[in-house]
């Protein structure tokens, strides 16, 4: 055969080939992948097998990894038409909600002998979101929600932070976690998606604790609910900083600390070092205007410090965490709170603060007070 009929010949195959081929095929259009980004590879069954190489397949570079939740998901989800209630709002433009640091799968209390105990787990977190979700509803006062995650959403893949070396006391494993993580995420959309015409989620996924795991639950999510509702937006940012206007406000968001470079992120009270980096964000992006007030949102230190004085360019907001303190933070440091916070924006760019918090009683039980406006 010469060198030149080589290049067009076709082998012919049998029939139980063929059958495993179309198989294969057929699996891949179901499912929403194919072999398009494999080298090699053997396909068998059990009648036969075969062995193959893929003439399309670019060498160097890297077969994608990305998860098609948006084919996979699209073809269960059910759209909901929903027609929500969209009442005279007066001066007020939006609600903003925040929240930081929860931390599913997290132990506070291992092998029983912490500090002050405390109990994180599925029922406890689901109870907290509850919580959350009314208090939302409660003090509603414009048609658009913005939904604003801090990160360290999941506690850490396999019990180790993102950067490896570090063992996390944790009481799910990550199957549970993601479980946990997702319900979390589509019950809080769920409760509110009737009382707003349009909502926005913002997910911090450059973080030291959640990492690649905070994203993928976010993706799954964001294709899950963004296929059940069409009034729903979920942003989910990779960069370590980012930002957002709504009106007369600029919202700066990161956690604090990445995945990668910051061994010591953005502390809890602001120093020169730190105002200096904020600036250059600032500047850069050109965000400073006579009209726009700058929000600095921040989570990771699990303390809830709001400084609108030391910086005349934007305020800098240190959100405390959803989640009680870890075993560690018990012993170095105290027993703690846990916060989500809720605004209500007027179209002059002021705001109403509604914030929540949780404690624990002399009972190490957690009770819930409401305080302020």
């Known amino acids: 055969m010469s060198e030149e009929s080589k290049e067009f010949f076709r082998p012919r195959l049998s029939e139980e080939e063929y059958e495993l081929i179309k198989g294969i095929r057929n699996a891949g259009k179901e499912h929403g992948v194919g072999l398009q980004n494999l080298d090699h590879g053997w396909l068998k069954s059990k009648a036969t097998s075969i062995h193959f190489r893929n003439p399309l397949f670019k060498s160097g570079e890297e077969p994608s990894k990305e998860i098609d939740f948006d084919s996979i998901i699209s073809k269960y989800v059910e759209p909901i038409k929903l027609t929500p209630v969209k009442q005279d709002t007066g001066i007020f433009t939006f609600d903003r909600l925040v929240y930081a640091d929860v931390h599913i799968g997290m132990n506070?209390?291992?092998?029983?002998?912490?500090?002050?105990?405390?109990?994180?787990d599925e029922?406890?977190?689901?109870?907290?979101?509850?919580?959350?979700?009314?208090?939302?509803?409660?003090n509603k006062k414009g048609n658009t929600l913005i939904i604003d995650e801090l990160g360290d959403f999941m506690d850490g893949w396999d019990g180790e932070t993102v950067r490896k070396g570090h063992k996390l006391p944790q009481n799910m494993d990550n199957e549970k976690a993601f479980d946990v993580g997702f319900q979390f995420k589509i019950k809080l959309i769920d409760s509110l998606s009737e009382h707003y015409s349009k909502i926005v989620c913002n997910n911090i996924c450059n973080?030291?604790?959640?990492?690649?795991?905070?994203?993928v639950v976010n993706s799954a999510f964001k294709s899950f609910i963004e296929a059940r509702y069409e009034h729903v937006i979920v942003n989910n940012i990779r960069k370590f900083i980012d930002h957002y206007f709504f009106g007369k406000n600029c919202f700066i968001l990161t956690h604090g600390k990445d995945g990668k470079n910051l061994k010591f992120?953005?502390?809890?009270?602001?120093?020169t070092k730190q105002i200096e980096k904020i600036k250059n964000y600032i500047d850069e992006h050109k965000l400073l205007t006579d009209d726009v007030k700058i929000e600095f949102s921040k989570g990771d230190s699990h303390q809830k410090i709001f400084d609108e004085s030391t910086s005349d360019s934007f305020d800098y907001?240190?959100?405390?965490?959803?989640?009680?303190?870890s075993e560690w933070v018990q012993t170095n440091f105290k027993k703690g709170s846990s916060f989500f916070e809720l605004f209500n924006f007027k179209n002059d760019g002021q705001k109403i603060h509604n914030p929540y918090i949780f404690?624990?009683?002399?009972?190490?039980?957690?009770?819930s007070m409401n305080y302020g406006m």
Do not use: C
Request: overall charge negative; cysteine-free; hydrophobic content about 30%.
């Open 317 to 325: 907001y240190n959100y405390g965490a959803f989640s009680p303190s």
């Open 123 to 138: 029922e406890e977190i689901l109870r907290r979101l509850d919580v959350m979700i009314s208090h939302t509803i409660q």
């Open 207 to 215: 973080d030291n604790h959640a990492g690649s795991f905070g994203y």
């Open 265 to 271: 992120g953005f502390k809890p009270v602001l120093e």
């Open 108 to 120: 506070t209390n291992e092998n029983g002998y912490s500090l002050y105990g405390g109990k994180w």
């Open 359 to 367: 404690k624990w009683n002399s009972d190490r039980e957690d009770i």
